[in-house]
């Protein structure tokens, strides 16, 4: 029989250097051999029927080769991009596990410490040499650590490995033996906060003023006596951090950081002076994780303060009190001011901490928490100019916005409302190269602003003029930065301020003639003279 013009060739395919790939190929090949099998089992002679098997092995045989060799290829490119993807992460500053981290996120199959080994570029077989280098009397092959990699090794390889891949044991076992999930009875430590007991004590927030009241209950109680003869830490004394504790948050909702710092210095070495008493165990815990607390708050009120190196500082002590206090809210908050922190200078560890949090908060948090560790991951994708997986987490963090507040919601996501959202969208679309999009989502917040939280409103308010400066809308603009400028007289904000810096020297240089720009001018001068 005549083999059809459509799969002749069809031998050249099967072995990769076809002219055309892909199902155009496929379709014609498949057809001219089933219709020989069918005719051959069905219409010719029975004498003939032998030839319809051997027909259909030769078409399974052919598809056999060309799956082999076209899944060859497609592991060797896999493979390629998977070096690359690690060299690059490398020249960044990432630390193996780091890149492990991310090479698992991005190829799900890969184990931890399959993971490892590909960050190193290594195939299994130049991993095992290079076990072999440093190990000459245990000789090891790729099978062993192909076999390493699909099931758990013994300690004293995983020791071995840990010192290969320069990591921890920890980070090559992540994946097996995780069963936290069926303890039902555990309840992430949470700090109450009584409000009629806090209005009763200090009544209604003041603005301009942190309430002194409430520090001077806990200054009383740390700094009345020397440390050698002060007290054991009571159940009262962490009571009335707590109050503190939420008043610093109540205050950071209306003024930025140049009024709170100080203050919360003044709170944090008092906590730190509890911690040398001998306290209850239960007590000792929650001063841990009100210290941790207190440091997101300080690294918060730092990075707004544009004292970026201080606020990073101020999270890893929080997360590394959160942990010694087993409080995974305070770590949660850590992690994801660490995102929001890191986003401009290392998406990619922007993004480490966002999965980080929502790895943490997995199975117990309610749905604000989670929105938010969402939103930092889609400004994290957005920075890293993935636009597919940026509108996949909002659409995670909007799913989960919908579900409204939960009893127990921790005090500081407070700041987690559709307006949030629409910032961090916009922020989103900016680094995505949207700018009509962003001044869509920064002109619903400027125009249904949430009295609530002036502080963001005023920041908003000024990324929305800059945004318009960006797009060329001058007047709007100006216009736009007039109104922000009386904002950000009141809210304090040094984050908010550089904002309006930079557009105020945009202005200058572009046009200082019209009745826009000699208002914004003016204003600022005014505010800022």
């Avoid at 390629?80 to 698992?104: C, D, F, K, N, P």
């Avoid at 095992?128 to 004293?156: H, L, M, S, Y």
């Avoid at 939960?406 to 190269?433: C, K, N, R, W």
Wanted: glycine share 6%; net charge negative; aromatic share 10%.
């Amino acid at each position: 029989m005549g083999v059809p013009a459509d799969a002749r060739g069809g031998t050249t395919y099967f072995f990769g250097f076809g002219a055309t790939d892909g199902v155009c190929r496929w379709l014609p090949l498949f057809g001219y051999w089933f219709e020989c099998f069918m005719r051959e089992l069905f219409v010719e002679p029975l004498e003939t029927r032998g030839f319809a098997c051997f027909t259909l092995l030769k078409f399974m045989g052919y598809c056999g080769i060309h799956l082999y060799v076209r899944l060859g290829y497609v592991d060797r490119q896999q493979r390629q991009l998977q070096i690359e993807t690690s060299r690059h992460l490398r020249s960044e500053g990432l630390s193996w596990t780091a890149i492990g981290v991310e090479l698992q996120h991005r190829w799900s199959g890969l184990s931890c410490r399959a993971a490892l080994r590909v960050a190193h570029g290594w195939t299994q077989r130049e991993a095992a040499d290079e076990w072999n280098k440093k190990w000459p009397d245990q000789i090891k092959t790729d099978k062993d650590v192909g076999v390493w990699e699909n099931r758990r090794p013994g300690f004293a390889v995983l020791e071995k490995l840990a010192e290969l891949y320069q990591c921890d044991v920890a980070d090559l076992i992540k994946d097996v033996g995780t069963y936290r999930h069926l303890d039902t009875e555990q309840k992430p430590f949470d700090i109450r906060w009584n409000e009629e007991t806090a209005s009763d004590k200090f009544g209604s927030t003041d603005r301009r003023q942190f309430t002194t009241s409430a520090f001077a209950s806990i200054l009383t109680l740390a700094f009345a006596q020397p440390v050698s003869a002060r007290p054991s830490a009571t159940s009262d004394d962490v009571d009335a951090i707590d109050t503190a504790i939420k008043h610093i948050e109540s205050q950071d909702t209306a003024i930025g950081s140049a009024a709170l710092r100080s203050d919360v210095s003044m709170l944090l070495a008092s906590v730190e002076s509890k911690l040398d008493g001998n306290a209850s165990l239960a007590v000792a815990q929650r001063l841990q994780a009100q210290h941790g607390e207190i440091h997101a708050w300080a690294g918060w009120l730092a990075y707004d303060d544009n004292d970026h190196p201080n606020a990073h500082k101020h999270q890893h002590a929080a997360i590394t009190s959160a942990r010694l206090a087993n409080d995974p809210f305070v770590e949660t908050q850590a992690l994801a001011y660490l995102s929001m922190f890191h986003r401009n200078k290392s998406a990619v560890q922007a993004l480490h901490a966002a999965q980080a949090a929502q790895t943490l908060t997995g199975g117990w948090a309610t749905p604000r928490l989670r929105a938010l560790t969402h939103l930092r991951a889609a400004n994290a994708y957005a920075e890293l100019g993935e636009r597919s997986r940026f509108h996949s987490e909002l659409r995670n963090a909007h799913r989960h916005l919908e579900k409204g507040k939960h009893q127990d919601d921790p005090v500081f996501i407070d700041f987690v409302t559709d307006m949030e959202a629409s910032g961090l969208t916009a922020i989103g679309y900016l680094d995505l190269g949207d700018t009509q999009r962003a001044l869509t989502e920064f002109t619903s917040i400027v125009e249904n602003p949430d009295p609530n939280f002036q502080r963001n409103i005023a920041y908003y308010t000024s990324r929305l003029a800059d945004t318009a400066a960006i797009a060329g809308d001058w007047v709007r603009a100006c216009e736009t930065g007039t109104q922000a400028v009386e904002l950000a007289a009141v809210s304090q904000s040094e984050r908010t301020n550089k904002i309006l810096r930079n557009l105020h020297t945009k202005i200058a240089d572009r046009d200082t003639s019209s009745q826009a720009a000699h208002g914004f001018t003016d204003a600022y001068q005014k505010a800022f003279s």
